[in-house]
């Protein structure tokens, strides 16, 4: 009936024929559907990237009409609330009733069906967290405002990502427990589909009778192995979907084409990248071979070696229908790191919900989550003759929670040593005022660190005051030595503060990268510069957003060597003002 | 639903090895599982449920208080009678992400307050989680408010409730165990100092012991009630010694050769406070009731110390060697067996 192992189309996708290209992307989304609806609970679902409007509603209608529970899915909209995601108190029908009625959250309601998740690679660490944990243990633990609950809960979830760049991607702990990536861009607006809900009805049935030989899972183990696939997780979702595939063709134990099909649908898309490229690439042999009933004299590495070329051929067609979509980060742009991260606040952002809280100590009251917490305790409230109609306590004060991005703190690590020193304080001491000067409705704050003789110390911490800048850069002393180690270490030690107090670190270097103090205080070039090279390749491992300014007469090797060591921006500066410096600074990192 | 048995677990031996130090002795202070996405972390400290052995309840108690206790009961149980007490199993408490402070500590029965006007205080996940242990999966997602609320109950081992003019005070001792990714974000060092121990937990290199996880999940998905009665054995058997070593805990001696060893390892290594040099012991002596000893050998201390120690280390800005490696090279110093 149904046939696993459909040739692959490779003649005509070395011509990137679109259309070959646009039937195998049809073929893997109806498979990889398929085996999400057969087995939601150990596939997770399917992350879909850059499809057109059209291509992701067909293919929520179609693993929607896949599903047990039938019927429409479930969308989560984006920047749901924790009670709507996992339920709640209904407070009307509550009231009404006199005992409690649980409002089902989105997670509960998602029972049997489809979950679709739009914009994924936008979704909140923690709410990936919560959807992550349904699908681990298909039940939806609510522990919330008088609520507590668990209620059965195993769906698939269709991930809709469409990344601008690399650095957006759907958050790591929901995108480790989806078992398939699709890119969408080729995909047509409307398919006929290879399966009926019958075929998957019957093949649910099926799938826990399939028989799933251990040389399969050792190949198929092995191939992980060879492709560099460490996640554990991975090689059970390319198992369960042998089993799967088996289930769809009606056979009774997992054949050799549903090994490579299982490969190059689970595999491909997380197989590290092959290092030669001359190499043409090895279609995998036809489906001939797949049908031998001799199989028992193969060994598992021959058997191994067909399921990574699967699935090596599988990441090419990737690539191809992946296209040039996800833009490279151009020369000079800065890495964000872990700077412009989402936090929580009392205070301002876009708002999210309620919290318990006390408003005279911070935040702002939200009145209408106060009355709903007060109303269903109104019977047990003594209410004074006269009194307010509503009794409410300080327990039901709720406060506005909302999300903004973190502020900025600009660091700027200075070289005040040698004859120069002063002149480069006095830059920098321009560029804090320019920048805080000019960047008062930006919220940006600025500290200074100094380094030079043996030390590093803290001239300026973290500030927004103009007056306190001018006070505290006064007639600072500069000469001796440079213990640029020194430097960079304090600066890294100052960024982790900041970070911790949540706030966005952003490092500027202003030396000439001549070091030659090291880290214990001794002189020495030799040493020094070690130490810094050091120094600076653990800077690079915070992932911070870094300039170094190189401020030598002409721009120096050393300088823009230790510049990439830390994995900054580097920028010859020789005739730096404060004016020019805050100018880089702005261009290049804050903008 | 049918948990994953802890017996049919492949590898991961520091997890298991830690989570049964902490069963054995709950006052190691709980553990910690850092590490890989997807090497079972969490079936580990869920299946932790079936191992525990059963614990004696106040009868009708709803805080799990322990019958013939001194102190450290619910105000109703520190009343003076006697009273009829029964078996439960050991509770082991999951706290999920957005789960809200008053169903943590409890609050008033909304139930009893809508339907009859009464105030009635309702037991919270701490309540329940008393006298077992209390897992929080992703915890360093965990928001900051319900992490205060944990050191406070943690260090104190009672929970005290102030709402609509009730309160109420109850124990709650529990093991706090806590999984998570370090990619996702730090732990507050307070949290984290609160851990007894802290394992990593690394995907198995070895393809025969992987290929062995995927079989036994495998057959798990396909018949979870044949997989588990085919465990029950072997469970038993773990339970068992469990039993035993929780017995023999109070006969475990430390002689003082190495309590000046652990002692030594943890001034070595900057362990900051006494906290490391107690759990250490702590876990020693657990770890040689499990293996029938009467006393604590370096050997016991070797196998335990990378887990008592490698959170507490005091950060050294010139070496970026791992934490366990740390441990281990101060071992090899300290340690001479």
Redesign the interface.
Known sequence: MISAGAPVPEKGLCRESLAALQAEMVRRADYMLALAALMPS?LGGVLVEAASPDASAHLTQQLSGWMTGGGRAVRLPPGIS?DA??GG?DLAA??SV???VIQPGLLSAADGRCLVIPMAERLP??TA??IS?AL????V????????CST?STFAALLLSDPADASEAVP??LN?RIAFRLPGAFLPAQWAPLFSAKDICEARARA?GVD?P?PF??A???A??TLGI???????FA??SM?GLAALSGEPCVQEAHAELAASLVLGARAAPQMEMDQPPQPPPDEAKGQDKGRDGQSVDDLAELVVAAARFSAQIDAAARGKKVRKRMKGEVASGKSGEMVDSWQRGSRIDA??GDPRRQGRLDLIATLRAAA??Q???PRREGGAPIAI?A?DFRLKRFRHRSEAVVIFAVDASGSTAMNRLAEAKGAVEFLLGGCYARRESVAVLAFRRQSAEVLLPPTRSLTRVKRSLAGLPGGGGTPLAAGI?AAQ?MSEQELRRRRSPYIVFLSDGQANVG?DGAGGREGGGADASR?AR?LK?AHLPILFLDTSRRPNADARRLSDEMGAVYRPLPFADGKSVSDTVRQTLLS | ?TLFPFAAIVGQQALKDALIMAAIEPSIGGVLALG?????K?TAIRALAELLPAIDVVKGCRFNCAPGARNGMCEACSKPGRRATCRMTAPVV???????????TG??D??R???H???QFEP??LARAHRGFLYI??VN?LDD?LVDLLLDVAASGENVVE??GLSVRHPAKFVLVGSG?P??GDLRPQLLDRFGLCVDVR??AE?KE??E???R??AY???PDDFVEDWAEATEELRARIVQARGAMGRVEVPEAVLEKAVELCCKLGADGLRGELTLLRAARARAALDGEDTVTEAALRSVAVSALRHRLRKD??D?TDASVRVERAMTEVLVS
Do not use: F, Y
């Open positions: 150990r924790d995601l996992l108190l509550t009231l006199g005992r409690p660490r923690q967290a919560q944990r681990d243990c298909s039940i633990m609510t522990e919330r405002e008088g609520v507590s059965p790591e702990i480790a826990p799933l251990d899972i050792e198929m183990a092995v992980c192995e460490g996640d554990p997780r991975v090689l059970a198992c369960a089993r919290r318990a269903p305790w019977k047990i409230r306590r327990a270490s030690v880290l120094m653990r491992g | 639903m890989d996405r997807g090497t079972g969490s999951d706290l999920p992400l957005g789960a809200t402070e008053d169903r943590v609050a008033l909304l139930e307050a809508l339907g006007g009464e105030k919270g996940l999966d992703e997602l408010h709402r609509e990714n990619e996702e995907t198995s393809v992987r290929i996880i995927v079989r999940r495998d998905e396909r018949n800005p010139l970026d």
